[in-house]
């Protein structure tokens, strides 16, 4: 039952594992869906270019999410516009808009459901923050709408509408695009040199790398330790509920997300920050109980999202100190078109070519934010609590997940098996076991 709907009659395309030295202009490290565009994008442009992932391709968070593609991230662009001013916010809408024209340019060779849908972002309480995402909206030069009611069944104060957004099948959509890439499977990488990458089967020599890792696992540069933390948030598939005509997310991010897949209703929530407690399955299930009571459960499975100190990705040189090293990251649960977005600038980055939207989603830009102090707090509160399942990546202080039985990091996200192998990085090992010494009877 723990198992996306996406996984399903889906055979992706499978790829040997490296055996000895090679060299190439441009690897790859990571093979989920960013991953995949960056290594597309490159072959297209001519370069020279290998992907290795550590297990199979878009066996991580990709195959999870619920595939929207929208430019609508939340309320962002109030925030946007105030924070960055005019012509930020409007390379943060271009990029993604690029995004959704792509998607729907390469979908129309590849069958994967691709579909042009309404996006809201609604609202149970504060009807003002969504008048002002909508006066933002258009002041930035896209058409968006107030809407008072919807067809969910919620009593809500609004929504905000983008016309013209995009859902579709993400695998069947990989599976299209990645036969014909330069990929090795089983591949994981155990050391990243300036120049070089080592892996368990041999020595990758590369100019220019890119780390499409989720979340970056070099720690001695970047600080992306504490520029992240990962979210945790569960998806529940129904038979015999409502058909929708859009999709939804509410503006709360503890609040629900809504989407139709053929004949099942994708209802998303629960959510919480990796390693705490949250709503997860429960939470959905007792919601579609209340408001359809003949649906039946038909698929349930979880994801985690890497979220970023601003909401806004960091895309581009992995620190100020590695020229040749690239990283994205921090897509803030809104993965398919930052995949789109991140992908376009690093392999415009990575050919030196200019690229007008980059310096928004820059990773050398000020870490002065509030979640910046939250973030230090968590970490600092874990490394202090005494328990001898300690996360490998930092040492801070394993949680019990009880509704997936994982053992969760805090901190960063890793996440394990219940006998210590590793689910989900930062953490490149599995928990090490501790030793105990037996008390000699005297």
Known sequence: MNRSVWSEEVR?????????????????????????????????????????????????????????????????????????????????????????????????????????????????????????????????????????????????????????????????????????????????????????????????????????????????????????????????????AQALEGMYVDENMQGLSFRTYRDLLLIGGGSHRTGKQGGNWRELEAFAGQHYPEARLQYKWATQDCMSLDSIPYIGLYSKRTPALYVATGFSKWGMTSSMAAAAILCDMVQDKQNDVALVFSPGRSILKPQLLVNGLETTASLLTPTPKRCPHLGCALKWNKAERSWDCPCHGSRFEEDGRLIDNPATGDIKKVRTTKKRRR
């Open 12 to 240: 992706l395309p499978e790829f040997q594992a490296l055996q000895g030295d090679v060299k190439t202009d441009v690897l790859i490290i990571g093979g989920g869906l960013c991953g995949i565009l960056c290594a597309y994008f490159l072959k297209q442009a001519g370069v020279d270019y290998l992907l290795v992932e550590g297990n199979t391709i878009a066996s991580g968070v990709t195959k999870n999410t619920t595939a929207k593609i929208t430019s609508q991230h939340g309320l962002i662009y109030d925030k946007l516009l105030g924070n960055l001013g005019k012509e930020k916010a409007q390379m943060y809408l271009a990029a993604n808009q690029a995004a959704l024209l792509e998607y729907e340019r390469l979908c129309q060779d590849i069958e994967c459901e691709f579909e042009k849908k309404p996006s809201y972002v609604y609202s149970i309480t504060n009807r003002a923050e969504l008048e002002n995402e909508v006066k933002a909206v258009n002041a930035l030069g896209l058409l968006a709408t107030f809407y008072e009611e919807t067809e969910l069944p919620l009593r809500i104060e609004g929504a905000v509408c983008f016309p013209q957004q995009a859902q579709f099948h993400p695998l069947r959509f990989i599976a299209g695009l990645a036969k014909d890439l330069h990929i090795y499977e089983h591949t994981f990488i155990r050391e990243v040199m300036p120049g070089a990458a080592v892996a368990d089967g041999g020595k990758i020599t590369a100019k220019k790398i890119i780390v499409t890792t989720h979340f970056p696992f070099i720690n001695k540069h970047g600080g992306y330790f504490i520029k992240l933390y990962q979210h945790r948030s569960y998806v529940s598939a129904f038979q015999n």
